[in-house]
């Protein structure tokens, strides 16, 4: 029976759905780590340089992963006539921006492009927190309001006890 919002029950929308939140929140820890630290140099002394490296590219690593299971799972539900919000391309193409820009802070950390000034990786930073965050905001309304990709979860049954 479809909803108002054009899922069917007991329809799961991807293999991968379950994978995609798990996904998304840890690049978002280290994404936030790693661009608050363009902001407080601070942050990255308090690692050993490896380990800030490892970060960094865990961070990166985890967002494309989180866009690759999410673009799935957005197709998976196109492919069983699921209407989809309008919300979910803007989710899609803020995520999108907001990795590329992680993927350019990326590569100037590696040298891998002329060296930018510190005002510019600020404001590369500064871009790529602002996408991710819009990004993990459009994710959030919709799950939790459109019910999007939530198929899958079971509701737990009631407590044992009533809560106070």
């Known amino acids: 029976m479809p909803s108002k919002t054009g899922l069917r029950r007991c329809e799961r929308s991807s293999p991968v759905t379950p994978l995609h939140p798990f996904l998304v929140h ?4 280290l994404a936030l780590l790693t661009g608050t630290s363009e902001f407080f140099p601070g942050l990255r ?3 050993p340089e490896k380990g800030w490296r490892l970060t960094e ?8 992963l989180a866009v690759l299971t999410g673009w799935h799972s957005l197709d ?7 209407t989809l919000p309008r919300q979910s391309f ?9 990795t590329t820009t992680y993927g350019l802070l990326w590569l100037s950390a590696r040298r891998r492009v002329p060296a930018l000034p510190s005002g510019s990786r600020r404001m590369i930073a500064l871009a790529g927190l602002l996408l991710v965050l819009s990004a993990a905001a459009v ?3 919709l ?3 459109d019910r999007l990709g939530t198929d899958f979860m079971r509701t737990a049954p009631p407590p044992a006890f009533p809560l106070p």
Request: hydrophobic share 60%; net charge neutral.
């Open 45 to 47: 002394d308090r690692f």
């Open 143 to 145: 799950v939790y309001e």
């Open 26 to 29: 840890f690049a978002l820890s």
């Open 90 to 98: 803007l989710h899609r193409l803020l995520a999108i921006f907001g």
């Open 139 to 141: 994710g959030g309304h």
């Open 57 to 64: 590219n865990a961070a990166l690593l985890l967002l494309l």
């Open 76 to 82: 998976t539900l196109a492919l069983q006539n699921v």
